[in-house]
């Protein structure tokens, strides 16, 4: 069973890339063979500071190997060495139509969020995405995809061109599907909505301790007083997080005591706080020896691109004789 999941470097990580995409991953290295590539393609749709990608890109693999990917159980990478995705890309744009596209959620949103005269906003990565998506994914024969729910509709996109495809050509890609866990599918930010970088409502998982409590002791709550009891605790932004990071027996009593009142909201994201960095505890010292092993990092990632293009030069072969190009 071979895995696949890509993280885009648009900017710091936070606690919802981590529970969203990064955990999951990491567990699965151990259940198959894991593909996870960092993916600076797709960052080009809202990024345009070079220098930029890059700092962010090795944040990234900084992150992810602090956080416990394992190089020896899967293959790690920037999507950018790896230039068959690209060449893919193209022979899955001229079988893909339109309305596949037209309906993908991600376009539809940053459409509907324009003034008007500002069209040209939206480019064209934007509205492709999801084809961009599908040739990372059946360049590598992937059979699971980790997503959150917010992307299940793009993997649905990415069956349904294999499938085309495979109907079109003959059977030329593995059609994957699709791991989503519930329980961790929507990661609260510091104001209820999704945890997102586009809202400003982030937790990062590195960073310095002040500012990160600061961010913490800023989540909004309502207006009732310490005093109040508050029957619907388990709605609490912050009570959703500190059970990501807290275990349950220990976050069902600090739930409970919310409910019964007398426990305030200064007091609840003080917990938090606490849960959360000692959480990342070990995380933030394995990433301290990384950024001082850096030769270390880039040898991981040559030998990760590697490897993949062995796997992505014979599928796009596969392809490409399918569709009659070789």
Not at 63 to 92: H, N
Request: one cysteine or more; proline letters at 4%.
């Amino acid at each position: 069973m071979r895995i696949l999941s890509g993280i885009q470097p648009s900017g710091a990580l936070h606690i919802g890339n981590y529970f969203g995409m990064m955990r999951p991953a990491i567990e699965l290295q151990e259940r198959g063979e894991a593909y996870y590539f960092i993916a600076n393609y797709h960052s080009m749709t809202s990024l345009f500071d070079a220098e930029e990608r890059r700092n962010n890109s090795l944040d990234v693999a900084l992150d992810f190997l602090a956080c416990g990917l394992d190089p020896d159980r899967a293959v790690f990478w920037k999507q950018s060495d790896v230039p068959e995705v690209t060449e893919l890309t193209w022979l899955l744009s001229t079988i893909t139509p339109m309305g596949f596209l037209n309906r993908c959620h991600s376009y539809k949103d940053k459409t509907a969020k324009l003034a008007d005269g500002d069209e040209e906003k939206v480019n064209h990565g934007l509205f492709a995405y999801p084809v961009l998506m599908a040739a990372d994914i059946l360049i590598f024969d992937s059979n699971i995809v980790p997503v959150g729910r917010d992307q299940k509709q793009h993997l649905e996109v990415t069956r349904d061109i294999a499938i085309k495809f495979n109907n079109l050509y003959g059977e030329t890609f593995v059609v994957p599907e699709p791991e989503i866990r519930d329980s961790v599918a929507v990661v609260p930010g510091t104001d209820g909505n999704k945890m997102s970088k586009s809202y400003g409502n982030t937790i990062e998982i590195f960073g310095p301790q002040k500012p990160l409590k600061k961010k913490i002791m800023s989540i909004q709550m309502d207006s009732r007083g310490v005093d109040e009891a508050k029957p619907d605790a388990e709605e609490n932004h912050a009570i959703q997080l500190l059970k990501l990071m807290a275990p349950a027996t220990e976050a069902q009593e600090t739930e409970d005591k919310l409910r019964a009142g007398g426990f305030g909201y200064g007091d609840l994201k003080k917990t938090l706080f606490e849960y959360y960095w000692n959480y990342f505890e070990e995380a933030r010292k394995k990433r301290d020896e990384l950024a001082n092993n850096l030769d270390y990092v880039s040898e991981v990632l040559n030998k990760g691109a590697d490897r993949a293009r062995e796997v992505a030069t014979k599928v796009l072969d596969r392809a490409k004789n399918a569709a009659g190009l070789n």
